[in-house]
């Protein structure tokens, strides 16, 4: 049986078609570039186990203990996206990068006045419950603002992420409220931790 005379001739696709695929690879790979940024920054200055500092800046504990966390996976990626389960190199990077998402776009966009019924800590970054809060919106907001997330994306991030933070945040009885709200008085201040059962 003799071979077809078309199998070495190359894949022609109709015009109309080459827009969307050429639309569909860009988007992938600005997707790809995206995912590997976050990874990097990620995973980048991960220290290791025997370098002295602790997994958990807001728990220290000796490393490779049960509640310490894990510092990546099997494959060398991050253990968790999560700001609070980096270790202290990777936690510094990625609070910094939080920080310039909050004061230049959260804070002057949704930052609303401060009362004692809605307080904000300007040193939000000592209050650990506010800096998880604040990453794990950051987090919704790269993915529910993108491209790919639709049409639909920001307003699910208002109703479903920000709204929702921000009344945890904002609330009197909140991570911020023990701090200051008077000009007259300064300083800020954080509630004692609640002491461990059994002491």
Not at 27 to 42: D, H, M, P, W
Not at 105 to 113: M, S
């Amino acid at each position: 049986m003799s071979e077809p005379a078309h199998k070495n001739e190359p894949v022609r696709i109709p015009d109309h078609d080459l827009d969307d695929l050429v639309a569909t690879v860009s988007r992938l790979v600005a997707e790809s570039r995206k995912q590997g940024e976050t990874l990097a920054r990620l995973t980048d200055d991960q220290p290791s186990q025997d370098d002295g500092e602790p997994a958990d800046p807001v728990h220290p504990e000796s490393p490779g203990s049960a509640s310490a966390p894990a510092e990546g996976t099997a494959d060398g990626g991050p253990a968790s996206v999560f700001i609070l389960a980096l270790g202290a190199q990777a936690y510094a990077k990625e609070l910094a990068a939080l920080t310039n998402w909050v004061h230049n776009l959260l804070l002057p966009v949704y930052g609303r006045e401060i009362t004692t019924g809605r307080p904000w800590c300007h040193q939000w970054q000592e209050h650990p419950e506010a800096v998880a809060r604040l990453h794990a919106l950051w987090l919704a907001w790269q993915q529910l603002t993108d491209v790919q997330a639709g049409l639909t994306g920001p307003s699910t991030w208002h109703r479903d992420h920000l709204d929702p933070a921000l009344l945890q945040l904002r609330t009197p009885d909140g991570p911020f409220g023990a701090c200051t709200t008077s000009a007259a008085r300064p300083h800020h201040r954080l509630l004692a931790s609640p002491e461990p059962a059994g002491v």
